[in-house]
Structures are given as C-alpha cells and as structure tokens.
T-cell receptor, first 113, second 111 residues
Framework: SQTIHQWPATLVQPVGSPLSLECTVE??????LYWYRQAAGRGLQLLFY??????ISSEVPQNLSASRPQDRQFILSSKKLLLSDSGFYLC????????????FGEGSWLTVV | QKEVEQNSGPLSVPEGAIASLNCTYS??????FFWYRQYSGKSPELIMS????GDKEDGRFTAQLNKASQYVSLLIRDSQPSDSATYLC???????????FGTGTSLTVIP
C-alpha cells in the first residue's frame, strides 16, 4: 500500500530564516505531488503541484519554492520566512490517472516568530 | 484560483440525525468531486469521491452531484459524536490534476 511521509512535524522559525519541508511517497511510482497551506481557521490553499520530476506548477506568487529532485520526493523551501508564512503545511500525493485522487501526509506545523 | 464555497457553520445536529453539508463550485470544467474530513489539528482524510451526476452511497455517507447547478452535497445518516469534525469539499480543474478546496463546514454531533 502507499504511504506518505512528511517532516518535520513541528517547527518554530524566526523571521528571515530559511525553510525546508520534505515529503516522500512509498508504494507507487510517478505520483502527482502537492503542497498545500492551511492558515489558522482557513481553507486549504494550493501552493505547488507536480506531475513529474522537474515539473512544478505554482498557484500563487510568494516567497516559497518547490522542487522534485526524485520521483517520489517533494521539497518546499524558502530563503527568508515571513510572519505570514505561519500555518499548517500539507503534502499530498495523487494517482495522476483520469480519476486522480489525492491523499495527505500528516502535515507540518510552522510558526514563524 | 477556482472558487469552492461552503457554509462555514457551525452545524450542530443531535446524535442519530441526518447532517447535510453543501458545496458549490465555479468551474464548469471541474472533473471530479470529493469530500474530506478533518479533525482538529489533523490532516484531511478522504471520505468519498463522486464523478457523475446523481447519488453515491458508502455506508452512512451519501454524496450528491448536480453539475448543471454546480452543486455537490454530503449527507451523513445516523450521525455519531465521532463525526464531529470539519468537512472539506474539493473539486478538480478540467485536467483533474489540480484540487481546490472549500473553507470547510464545522459539524458538531451532540450526544
């Protein structure tokens, strides 16, 4: 069966510091991969998605970036965090077929102070 | 981004009652439709998917889709306190690759 791992689970970072969140998927190949952010009391905002290695689509302009160095690895990064970057970050994988369905990792809580 | 609208609630129902959750979406090209449940502090988990007009039943859950009205709903029969959570509606774009979520409806089932 497929599993998705995301880390770290929780982190507190000062404003201006860098960020790296990592996500890996096991048990499937060539998945669609996604990064979402959920601010406190708000819905899920699609940040990035990827349908293959080196193929990254960005939904909103921001100081975040994403990379997919391997088929089942998805990394979210920032060079300088802002207070507004605080939130619950969720990685998800999708089957990528006609009836694509996505499944979430356990999430990473980021607090920028 | 595509718009997905849900009543934020909170919605309160007594145990054993039917809970009805609604969602509308803006993109007529949307391919697929989903309901996720999110407990406080946790990640969303998939409850149901629906792809064509009509009803789809899975246990106590029934999803309903009306593409002409751009409307999707979720009925929870025999609601249990463990159903208390936020329910997120999600729709895809025309490619089926991008998923857009509503802000969720908070449901409380009162024992």
């Amino acid at each position: 069966s497929q599993t998705i791992h995301q880390w770290p689970a929780t982190l507190v970072q000062p404003v201006g510091s860098p960020l790296s969140l990592e996500c890996t998927v096991e048990g499937t190949s060539n998945p669609n991969l996604y990064w979402y952010r959920q601010a406190a009391g708000r819905g899920l905002q699609l940040l990035f998605y990827s349908v293959g290695i080196g193929q990254i689509s960005s939904e909103v302009p921001q100081n975040l970036s994403a990379s997919r160095p391997q088929d089942r690895q998805f990394i979210l990064s920032s060079k300088k965090l802002l207070l507004s970057d605080s939130g619950f970050y969720l990685c998800a994988w999708g089957t990528g077929y006609r009836r694509n369905t996505i499944y979430f990792g356990e999430g990473s809580w980021l607090t920028v102070v | 981004q595509k718009e997905v609208e849900q009543n934020s609630g909170p919605l309160s129902v007594p145990e054993g009652a039917i809970a009805s959750l609604n969602c509308t979406y803006s993109d007529r090209g949307s391919q697929s439709f989903f309901w996720y449940r999110q407990y406080s502090g946790k990640s969303p988990e998939l409850i149901m998917s629906i792809y064509s007009n009509g009803d789809k039943e899975d246990g106590r859950f029934t999803a309903q889709l009306n593409k002409a009205s751009q409307y999707v709903s979720l009925l929870i029969r025999d609601s249990q306190p463990s159903d208390s959570a936020t329910y997120l509606c999600a729709v895809t774009d025309s490619t089926g690759n991008q998923f857009y979520f509503g802000t969720g409806t908070s449901l409380t089932v009162i024992p």
